[in-house]
């Protein structure tokens, strides 16, 4: 297994570009999360997804899109970017139930620079 | 809402020492899990512990156990035996069991340094 998987690793972006955050599991883990860590600070929700087709706001959703048409991946779309979005984006992913119920499994994470 | 305070931004400890990081959260809800999490320089976030809050006996991995005061809303990590490969950010967090509630709080974490 290779567990949770995330590209690019490094990315700069000019303001007002726009990019798409891959990440995938093969964990045949229902859901699927999106989180960006600011320097100094912990994690913050941005987007989860329970399933296929569905998909719910975190906590700070504003500025970016997600879908979900597959289990294995949940991409994450910026539209406009903007140098408040300079973060270090993980992907993560969890089961349903089971022994491991409720850990969250992460991927290396992305580091994105808005100029 | 929930917060989660870890007040030792840093902490140092002696190779082969004990060492412990504290964490303080908030909330209204009488069920719920905790984490430690590890982030060592790779950025990988790894789970070290977790405890179930309607369970009074303090969760335990190998080197890692916890200190779950319920009542004081406090949550502590403590490594026995540090090695060198501990070094790393820990970060505290909380989730409520509320089925469809997935929002982690995370603390804002403790840099832990192992001294050779």
């Known amino acids: 297994n290779a567990g949770v998987t995330q590209t690019p690793k490094f990315r700069i972006l000019k303001i007002g570009q726009s990019m798409t955050l891959q990440c995938a599991q093969d964990m045949n883990h229902n859901y699927m999360y999106w989180y960006r860590q600011d320097p100094g600070m912990g994690l913050k929700l941005i987007y989860y997804s329970v399933g296929a087709g569905i998909t719910d706001k975190g906590e700070v959703p504003n500025g970016y899109n997600v879908s979900r048409s597959t289990t294995e991946d949940f991409p994450l779309r910026l539209e406009l970017a903007a140098p408040s979005q300079t973060s270090v984006y993980f992907c993560?992913?969890?089961?349903?139930?089971?022994?491991?119920?409720?850990?969250?499994?992460f991927g290396p994470g992305t580091r994105l620079t808005v100029l | 809402a929930q917060t989660v305070t870890q007040s030792q931004p840093e902490m140092s400890v002696q190779e082969a020492e004990t060492v412990t990081l504290s964490c303080t959260y908030d909330?209204?809800?009488?069920?719920?899990?905790l984490f430690w999490y590890k982030q060592p320089p790779s950025r990988q976030m790894i789970l070290v512990i977790r405890q179930e809050a309607y369970k009074q006996q303090n969760a335990t991995e190998n080197r890692f156990s916890v200190n779950f005061q319920k009542a004081a809303k406090s949550f502590s990590l403590k490594i026995s035996d540090s090695q060198l490969g501990d070094a790393a950010m820990y970060f505290c967090?909380?989730?409520?069991?509320?089925?469809?509630?997935?929002?982690?709080?995370f603390g804002t974490g403790t840099r832990l340094t192992i001294i050779p």
């Open positions: 993560a992913s969890r089961a349903l139930s089971g022994k491991s119920d409720n850990e969250q499994f």
């Open positions: 909330t209204s809800e009488s069920d719920y899990y």
């Open positions: 967090a909380y989730k409520e069991k509320d089925f469809g509630n997935e929002k982690l709080t």
